[in-house]
């Protein structure tokens, strides 16, 4: 029990560094940090994106839908699935559309209207993929 306690109070910087809090300084700069320089004056930013950690699967409405073999991927730069989705498309010789939902507002409504909940959301045709694996991406390409 002592041990579990040790790791708890261990972790406990880890949990405190990921926060990110956003200030305005004397001069009227806006900032972003782990640490912020006066705490009373910071606001505690939420990040909103997740990555996904596994595959799902939806089908998408029709209106929604797209030509039977073109891809959509909404991805965020920092995405390591985005990259290996990425990457596998360009090795592949496979076509896609990229919309990068952190830079583009019109990705983002596109991105919300389909109630994306993480990245990559992939889309081929009518069917839509959460998150990506080779196999994943293969059962709802073919």
């Known amino acids: 029990m002592a041990k579990f306690f040790i790791l708890l109070i261990a972790a ?7 926060e990110i809090y956003k200030w305005t300084d004397e001069t009227g700069r806006v900032h972003f940090g782990d640490k ?10 939420s990040v909103k994106v997740n990555s996904y950690e596994s595959v799902s699967y939806d089908s998408i409405s029709p209106v929604q839908s797209v030509e039977s073999k073109r ?11 985005c990259k290996k989705a990425r990457n596998y498309f360009q090795q592949s010789g496979i ?40 196999a994943g991406f293969q059962r709802i390409y073919q």
């Open 36 to 45: 912020p320089q006066e705490k009373d004056n910071a606001e505690l930013v």
């Open 12 to 18: 406990l910087p880890l949990v405190c560094a990921a």
């Open 71 to 81: 891809v959509v991927m909404y991805s965020a730069s920092w995405c390591g699935y």
């Open 95 to 134: 076509s896609y559309v990229e919309y990068d939902i952190e830079k583009d507002k019109r990705a983002r409504q596109a991105y919300d209207s389909i109630r994306g909940n993480g990245v990559p959301v992939i889309l081929v045709g009518g069917k839509r993929m959460n998150g990506f694996s080779v």
